[in-house]
């Protein structure tokens, strides 16, 4: 549309009939993104996180160099395999909430309306705001992880360093499959007290629960190993500590008859196949997420 | 500008906007009146494309609900509740919705000095009084220059000074030639900004009408709200409207003015009619609009006239 007229307000053009002033798909989702990066860099969870999760790790790094005689044997390879605990309960935990405060938070303070009153559409603003989110995460993570880095490089060389950039790839697939979990139990939530009750519901179970049911499911109706394994990597979180301990060059015979069995019948590409997991985790809740917002339609 | 076309929104079996059609000129203004619950936020809210709807609503030939970004660029909206990031500052705010519409930072604080609010940008949101959040709300909808300002109930929160200052802002906007539609409870605004009035009720639309055709006395009218036995209220209507009052309803009884002085004459109209009255509250009066003196009579109900119902759409 183009500008037909023009008047004076309080000394200033007005156009009557100005141009739609809509942007493009993209430039809506960074904007989305950059202000939710934003937000999460100046809010109390986000430097809660950063700081406690850099203080573990730098304890995590300490400890592991005084095991090895602080002679740095394979000093980030040890450091890995302490901090995959660390980061199989902190890292889901921090994700979940983050997202599933994020769109029933918005609704709740009323704000999710006006956004949807502006020119953008419902899919700009959910990936706008997972992009942003995802992003705050893995930095606050990497703070963590590069700290860890800088002390086990000083006292310790560059030995083992692949397997914990590995860590850090896979640690940023977790927070990410995570936070898409997040944000589907957000977009199913009308209330952010809520979404924070199932998010943590999940954290509880994913965390503890489900290798319990998988220890009594074996039991009781007697698993075959591969019904085992398929079951195990179902959740994100044994994926992930598989595909860590893979990445180190570890045998999965840590893990009993079940990581045998993995390492046995898959080979090199279990590797693959566990970070597929984690994509899988990332993109279905994420997908199903976006369905349902736009769907659903309303606040 | 604006089409709408039977819109129905239903919330599970209640109707909150009834098969309602309008249309709305470019440069045109237009009030949504009527009581709490009479449909007229969520008629905006359809009109956006923030709910999903039966019908059909379309802003300069965009749909409202398959093209919702293209017809909302061309919408500056004021909601009813202020609803912004409390801890953002106000700079930053206002920059971001400047970026969701492709706009510049300077077209940001052009806007911010359009409404008196250059100079607060390191404000947080929750530190602002009602009235600074009304206008960056007011400045948000600006920024893009958009020809269509839509605005629910945009000085419900505001005291009379504040209020005067939306009127004022958006008595300068409707003369740039802005097309406006808002819902409001006030006939003084109604009457210094609309040019024409949809009256909802339960929301249906009842009447579409000039605002001297809604208050066409220039006497002053006493509110009264009637609640019927039985809650008979859609015969009462009926009996007082075909007597010449207008009647309006919203699920909270039934409201009626008359002149101050024939207070009883809807009371004795039903009576005759076997339509018994267990409650009644006087409300406001409305004073002459010659005298535009409405500033401070706030009324939560209906549009007056001494007219018959027979005009209805």
């Known amino acids: ?299 | 500008m604006i089409h709408a076309k039977q819109v129905v929104k239903k919330f599970g079996s209640m109707r909150a906007v009834d098969d309602v059609s309008f249309e709305l000129g470019a440069s045109e203004s237009l009030a949504l009146w009527g009581s709490n619950g009479a449909g007229k936020t969520t008629l905006i809210r359809c009109l956006l494309g923030i709910f999903p709807f039966a019908g059909q609503a379309t802003i300069n030939g965009h749909d409202a609900q398959q093209s919702g970004k293209l017809a909302r660029a061309l919408v500056g909206y004021v909601p009813q509740e202020l609803s912004f990031h409390d801890d953002a500052r106000l700079g930053r705010s206002i920059q971001f919705f400047a970026k969701l519409r492709g706009k510049r930072k300077t077209d940001a604080t052009r806007v911010l000095e359009m409404v008196d609010l250059q100079g607060h940008e390191s404000k947080r949101v929750r530190d602002l009084s009602g009235g600074m959040k009304q206008r960056l709300a007011l400045a948000i909808a600006l920024i893009a220059d958009p020809p269509v300002i839509m605005l629910d109930e945009p000085t419900s929160n505001l005291d009379a000074s504040g209020r005067q200052e939306v009127v004022d802002t958006l008595s300068r906007l409707r003369e740039t030639g802005k097309t406006l539609l808002f819902a409001s409870h006030r006939p003084d605004e109604v009457h210094t900004l609309a040019s024409r009035v949809l009256v909802l009720e339960r929301g249906k639309l009842v009447r579409d009408v000039t605002p001297k055709e809604l208050w066409p006395t220039h006497r002053s009218l006493q509110t009264i709200r009637l609640h019927t036995n039985e809650d008979n209220d859609d015969q009462a209507a009926s009996v007082l409207r075909q007597a010449g009052l207008t009647v309006n309803l919203n699920g909270h009884g039934l409201c009626v003015s008359v002149p101050h002085n024939r207070k009883g004459e809807p009371m004795t109209l039903l009576a005759q009619a076997s339509i018994g009255v267990r409650d009644f509250e006087i409300l406001e009066e409305l004073k002459p609009i010659e005298s535009h003196d409405f500033a401070d009579c706030p009324i939560d109900t209906l549009a007056t006239s001494n007219q018959s119902h027979g005009d209805q759409p």
Not at chain 1, 5 to 34: L, N, V, W
Request: hydrophobic share 55%.
């Open chain 1, 1 to 299: 549309m183009t500008t037909l007229s023009t008047d004076q307000f309080h000394g200033h053009e007005i156009q009557t009939h100005a141009g739609p002033g809509h942007t493009s798909r993209m430039y809506c989702t960074i904007a989305f993104a950059k202000r939710e990066f934003f937000d999460a860099l100046s809010s109390r969870w986000f430097l809660l996180y950063t700081v406690a999760f850099s203080v573990l790790s730098i304890g995590v790094s300490y400890m592991s160099l005084a095991g090895s005689g602080s002679q740095g044997f394979a000093g980030f390879g040890r450091t890995t395999a302490g901090l995959l605990n660390l980061i199989m309960l902190v890292v889901p935990l921090m994700a979940l909430i983050a997202g599933a405060g994020s769109i029933a938070g918005e609704r709740e303070r009323g704000t999710l309306l006006y956004l949807l009153a502006q020119p953008i559409t419902r899919t700009e603003l959910l990936i706008g705001k997972y992009i942003g989110l995802g992003i705050a995460i893995c930095c606050s993570m990497g703070i963590g992880f590069g700290l860890s880095a800088a002390v086990l490089a000083f006292n310790a060389g560059g030995v083992g360093l692949g397997s914990f950039s590995m860590l850090i790839v896979f640690t940023c697939m977790l927070a990410l499959a995570m936070l898409s979990l997040g944000m589907l139990l957000s977009v199913l939530s009308r209330r952010s007290g809520i979404a924070t009750g199932l998010g943590l519901f999940s954290w509880l179970t994913l965390v503890f629960l489900s290798d319990l049911g998988l220890m009594a499911g074996t039991v009781l109706f007697k698993l075959r190993v591969q019904e085992v394994f398929a079951i195990a990597i179902i959740n994100p979180l044994q994926a992930f500590k598989m595909g860590v301990i893979v990445n180190m060059n570890a045998s999965l015979d840590v893990l009993g008859p079940v990581g045998s069995y993995a390492s046995r019948t898959f080979g090199d590409s279990l590797s693959w196949i566990l970070a597929l997991t984690l994509v899988g985790w990332i993109v279905f809740p994420l997908g199903l997420a976006l369905i349902l917002f736009c769907k659903r339609g309303g606040i």
